[in-house]
């Protein structure tokens, strides 16, 4: 059977869309320490009674409270490793985000027609062939609402 070589771009992308896999769950913004962190303690089964300890107290902490945390960030703060944080300062905003649009099964939804609503304001497009959205920016944080499909009126 034959079977087409791949361009450079198409392997580039496809290795871009697995890395940010790996880390769904944290914000992009964070470092890849926080992103590993983050990717590690969710990872962790559940064991109520295993432990870890902050490394400028010396305080012991639950696992499956590290675990609950919501991003890498906020755990590397709670294990007192933001000394060593490389988005330590990092600033609120401006936010720069483009959303990946995936089916029941996970797979991505190419070339699909989405509205996005924010503050009021409308914004259409057509994903791309891996499902991603355009990039969205504001000066900080926005709930959106996503339809997919022509939405002429929301």
Not at 26 to 32: G, M, Q
Request: aromatic share 10%; net charge neutral.
């Amino acid at each position: 059977m034959y079977e087409r070589m791949r361009s450079a771009k198409e392997i580039i992308e496809e290795m871009k869309t697995r890395f940010a896999d790996m880390f769904e769950g944290s914000d992009s913004r964070e470092c890849l320490d926080c992103r590993i962190t983050f990717k590690i303690y969710k990872a962790w089964p559940d064991m109520p009674q295993a432990m870890t300890i902050n490394q400028k107290s010396g305080e012991r902490i639950p696992i499956n409270a590290i675990r609950a945390l919501p991003s890498g960030y906020d755990m590397r703060q709670a294990l007192g490793q933001e000394e060593e944080c490389g988005c330590r300062n990092r600033p609120a905003g401006p936010f720069d985000e483009e959303f990946t649009l995936r089916d029941a099964n996970g797979s991505p939804l190419a070339d699909t027609y989405y509205t996005i609503e924010w503050r009021g304001f409308l914004t259409r497009g057509v994903t791309d062939s891996i499902g991603r959205t355009q990039r969205h920016k504001t000066d900080g944080a926005q709930a959106v609402r996503m339809y997919l499909g022509h939405r002429e009126s929301v």
